[in-house]
């Protein structure tokens, strides 16, 4: 008889700490709403199929904030919610607007009428400038309408009662003490969260893996430069090398999540599976009996570079200074993370994904007797709001299937090393994340190695006053506790390339905050730098500018590198997307010239290089000058054309369409100049952007524009 293929899912669960230390007051929402959705269907559908095995992480600032909620806290956004519509100011107005549509476009939005009419109302892109003016077009009711449809918008199918069932049928015209009863209903689903989640740990069907505290990256918080190991190439900020503050995180987690749930504590899953050999010796002096990273770190490890014969090397568990390590199939994790989301037939999504891990058990190379084992590791939140019935119906459908199939057993991590032990022991462990085995999403951008050296120099003042200064012991646990959140990987991740939300300005203002907590709890005045935006925006510098006109064939294909090679060329670093979505879109911008054209050609990333794939992309670009704008529609079918627009002041000019445009490997378009208004000479602002499902996804770039100037008829190489 065949030996079944062991599965382990891993599902991790973590948010920073949103608290502004100067108001006490969490400045986003995502615990309270991640609460009443992902983090209670996900704990049901376990309670459903108890003979599904599984791991999950929380980070213990998640676990923390869940307490406060419990305990009667409230942020900003709920604040929001409880003020009557009829009296909300101007203010308060432009932020409902601004943030109560934070939430999957496509999926959730369209499905509401009422929302969708909110939305399209509103616009999908507001200038700056112009949000005092849409807010004041609102009327009281759509605006308490607002309020109501965004909150009930997060409840998961396990959380939604007869009471708020019959909200959303209602759909709108909603009422004042509606509001309270969606409220009210959160704290009851908040106030059984965490009592049922130990519950279920006290039984084989839950193991509990660790987290660093706060989320750091541990490599990053041992030596800023351990990040030249996984790129050479990239450019550093002031060094920064406290082991001792990676130590903390570690073992404060271990303790709090021990407390939390009851036993001991075996695993961690680094925050972004982000592993060196020093984290690594760090977990073995913790006392933990293994690691989770990702398959990347492995294949670089082998230096087999995720070959197809290499692949079959995943499955099995390695071992380093007594330390057994795991490594997650990357290609199986991002199918649950992002495709299957785009499945319609849940069912069917389930069903590839039991014959994936199937296809993944035979093609295994395992040394010894050890059953193959398929790692799956994942966001455990993010994801779903992405799928139908947020990801209900998938997972509901892939429990069932696994509960019936004897060539696949669950098993959690803890109990897989019980009974298998690994066998081979790895003389190299590469240093990176699962993001291109490397830490560039962290470390290397200009604005993340300004965060760097303000945390830098917050440290080093910290450690210069825990030796010398006359402080009391409780003033500096407070402090370092101010500097241990502002560690958080999250800051570094929205600040720079590639990532946006429409949060950035929240997550740098919370990073800034802690640091400048830390100073005043020392008694010490903050540097000014600190009372400054990080982020600069305007201008992004590209990798190239255009060096001589070019003539390229508009037909879509990579038909020759000479077409393009005098063109202007921006490289997007990683994914480049806004709400953390780690699904590849476009990751390169090419533009040049003619004597009366400006050509433009996006590249999409390996995922994404299907033509059918760029089709189901909604994709506008926008070139932008002092007290105008032209917004490019790329219309995807059959001929495909752009549609253009101008916009100058209040108002807006339609420009008709180009049908010089094609959409197959690559898309690839010209546009006459003096058909949109430019002249030799003028310096315009590009930008690109990319939707699905009516959901904003990427921005290119993220923040600012890339400049380029329409170039004179003797302009040559």
Known sequence: MTTPTHLAFLWHMHQPWYI???????????????????????????????????????????????????????????????????????????????????????????????????????????????????????????????????????????????????????????????????????????????????????????????????????????????????????????????????????????????????????????????????????ARQAGLRYLVTDAQILFHSLDVRGSTPGRGRLYQSYSMDDVALFFRDDQLSRRVAQEYCQWEDCEAAARDFVEQVRRAGARARVDGDAPPLVLVALDGENPWEAYPNRGNDFLAAMFHLLENDTEIRTVTLGQHLEQHPPTVKLDYLNSGSWIEANFDIWIGDAEKNRAWNLLSRARHKLARDQIGASLEPGQLEQALEHLLRAECSDWFWWLGEPFSSAEDMTYEGLFRSHLLAMYHTLGESPPADLSRPIASGGIVKPLRQPTTMIQPRIDGTRTSYFEWRGAGFYQVVGPGLRNGAAMGLINGVYWGFDAGRIFLRLDPSDQHAKSQDLAALQIHFELTAPGRSIVGRIDAGQPSRVHLTSSAGNGQEDLGTVEEVVVKEVVELAIPIGRIGFTQGDRLGLSVHVEWSGQRLQDIPHRGVIELEIPDDDFED
């Open 20 to 282: 502004d230390p100067a108001t006490g007051e969490a400045q986003l929402p995502w615990v309270r709403l991640h609460g009443v959705g992902a983090y209670s269907d996900m704990l049901s559908l376990l309670e459903s199929h108890p003979t599904i095995r599984t791991c999950t992480s929380f980070s213990p600032s998640l676990l923390d904030q869940l307490a406060r909620y419990v305990s009667g806290a409230a942020d900003r956004y709920e604040q929001a919610t409880l003020i009557p519509a009829e009296d909300l100011g101007d203010d308060d107005r432009t932020f409902l607007l601004r943030q109560f549509f934070s939430v999957h476009w496509g999926r959730i939005v369209q499905a509401s009428p009422r929302y969708s009419e909110l939305l399209e109302k509103r616009g999908r892109d507001v200038p700056g400038s112009q949000w005092k003016q849409v807010a004041s077009t609102f009327s009281t009711q759509e605006l308490r309408d607002l309020q109501v449809l965004f909150n009930l918008s997060w409840f998961g199918a396990s959380t939604r009662d007869a009471d708020l069932d019959a909200l959303v049928a209602r759909g709108g015209d909603y009422r004042e003490a509606d509001k309270q009863i969606v409220l009210d209903r959160q704290r009851e689903v908040l106030a059984r969260l965490m009592p049922r989640w130990r519950q279920l740990a006290q039984t084989d069907t839950l193991e509990i893996v660790s987290t660093p505290y706060h989320h750091p990256i541990l490599p990053l918080l041992i030596d800023t430069n351990i990040a030249r190991r996984a790129n050479p190439e990239v450019t550093l900020p002031e060094r920064f090398a406290f082991a001792e503050d990676a130590r903390l995180h570690v073992d404060r987690a271990t303790r709090r999540l021990e407390q939390e749930f009851g036993g001991q504590i075996h695993g961690l899953w680094p925050a972004e599976a982000a592993i060196s050999p020093e984290v690594l010796q760090l």
